[in-house]
């Protein structure tokens, strides 16, 4: 009976050390591969989880050699047991400091005073919306070199030789690909005070889809087109001023990682945005689809259903955009 709980114990080490390194792995490629987040930082969020759970695969394993083969729990060893000792320390260490974090994640998650309605009130009061430690993370955009970021690019990004940005220092660039097409942008930049800058466009007309924005969430201008500014700050005191705005077929997002409102710099921040030259489109003929409409369920509608059978033809220009002419 021993052995057998023993074996027990050994298999559930394989299986959690297999699960760790398949959740570890998985999580990384899809952070930072679809969410362009920084690799050092996807690092430290893994680590300590993969620790606490490594160790208990250990744990698992000695219990099992105990019991099936009568083998000593603990090394023998000193040297064995002052690194195990080490070991211990270092994951104990490493949940006492995420621990606490993770919780007031959740806590501010779940705090019921924060619905829809009080963080609209909150950003309309002072003009900053509250939000939870984390909630940033999807800002921090990981950059690589910019020539292999413009290069295939479906449309030409705006030039900034004759802007504001040509006075900051270039961190880098990032594409990204709708339907195949590489009509995404993300331009970074730090300002002579330390601060980081993401210049993001996406030409609609390159890749053939739209978007819907609301008037009434854009009171501001730049150049004479609507805009909206959110200024997001987490419990931490981290911040983030994000514009976005649509000319045309572009659309436009510029973020700073700060809080324009209290640093004085949200005029800045416009001059920034107004500083871009007008863009040309990748597609400069494409015939643009139709806008969004809204439904009653308060969901996109779309006014062309599909049909009933479609061509191999058709179907291939609905799901890619291998069929577009400005591909």
């Known amino acids: 009976m021993m052995r057998l709980v023993g ?13 760790t390194l398949i959740a570890a792995v998985g999580y990384a490629v899809f952070v930072t591969w679809w969410m362009h987040a920084p690799p050092f930082d996807v690092l430290q969020v893994i680590a300590p989880a993969a620790l606490v759970a490594l160790a208990v695969a250990w744990v698992c394993g000695r219990i099992g050699r105990h019991l099936r083969d009568d083998t000593p729990l603990f090394p023998a060893s000193p040297v064995r047991r002052w690194l195990l000792a080490a070991g211990a320390f270092v994951v104990l260490a490493s949940s006492g400091t995420t621990l606490p974090a993770k919780k007031r994640q959740y806590d501010c998650s779940v705090d019921p005073s924060r619905t829809a309605e009080a963080r609209d009130m909150q950003r309309r009061r002072n003009g900053v919306e509250r939000v939870c430690e984390g ?37 880098g660039g990032r594409a990204e690909t709708v339907d195949g097409i590489r009509s995404r942008l993300y331009r970074g930049f730090r300002t002579p005070e330390g601060q980081r800058v993401i210049l993001f466009e996406h030409d609609m007309s390159a890749d053939g889809t739209r978007s819907r924005r609301d008037p009434e969430d854009e009171p501001e201008r730049i150049n004479g087109l609507p805009a909206r500014l959110i200024v997001l700050e987490d419990t931490a005191g981290d911040a983030v001023s994000h514009l976005s705005w649509t000319e045309g077929r572009r659309s436009y997002e510029l973020w700073i990682h700060a809080n324009v409102v209290k640093t004085g710099s949200r005029a800045r921040l416009f001059e920034l945005a107004a500083s871009l030259p007008r863009s040309v489109p990748g597609c400069p003929n494409e015939v643009p689809p ?25 179907m291939n220009a609905r799901m890619s955009g291998a069929a577009r002419p400005c591909k």
């Open 135 to 171: 909630d940033l993370a999807r800002f921090d955009i990981s950059l690589g070199a910019i020539g292999g970021a413009v290069e295939k690019l479906a449309f030409a990004p705006v030039e900034l030789t004759r802007t504001p940005f040509s006075t900051f220092e270039a961190l």
């Open 7 to 19: 074996s027990l114990f050994s298999t559930a080490r394989h299986i959690i050390n297999a699960m």
């Open 290 to 314: 139709k806008p969004l409409r809204m439904g009653a369920d308060g969901f996109p509608t779309d006014d062309d259903p599909m049909p009933d059978s479609l061509t191999p033809a058709e």
